[in-house]
């Protein structure tokens, strides 16, 4: 099992930044690949950045590249979202995701490959 904790949503204006955490336990993140997803009122969850086992790979977004970047700190077994220059259809909660399922390399992009998820955190951009 693998335990999820988000933090670090909140409101900003447009133009903000934010840095979203997940706090993993019960599983080394450089063991597992993860992920972040974002849902908006009214719409699909969506992928927004992953990374591989180990980190050696990450993608994002066409909506956010450039502005996100998703990282992890192996010696605090946590996740992140740097999340600059934001605009008002970043705003959605957002969702820390890890999978461990045999057979998958590499950045994953189906949420059926997670099988572990957070509780989601806030982000709401202002304009």
């Known amino acids: 099992q693998v335990q999820l904790v988000e933090s670090g949503g909140g409101s900003v204006q447009t133009g903000g930044s934010l840095r979203l955490s997940c706090a993993a336990a019960?599983?080394?993140?450089?063991?597992?690949?993860m992920g972040w997803f974002r849902q908006a009122p009214g719409t699909e969850r969506e992928g927004v950045a992953a990374i591989s086992r180990a980190g050696d790979s990450t993608a994002y977004a066409s909506a956010v590249k450039g502005r996100f970047t998703i990282s992890q700190d192996n010696a605090k077994n946590t996740l992140y979202l740097q999340m600059d220059n934001l605009k008002p259809e970043d705003t959605a909660v957002y969702y820390c995701a890890a999978g461990k399922l045999p057979g998958r390399y590499g950045v994953r992009w189906d949420s059926r490959d997670y099988n572990y998820w957070g509780q989601g955190t806030q982000v709401t951009v202002a304009s």
């Open positions: 019960g599983y080394a993140v450089n063991y597992i690949y």
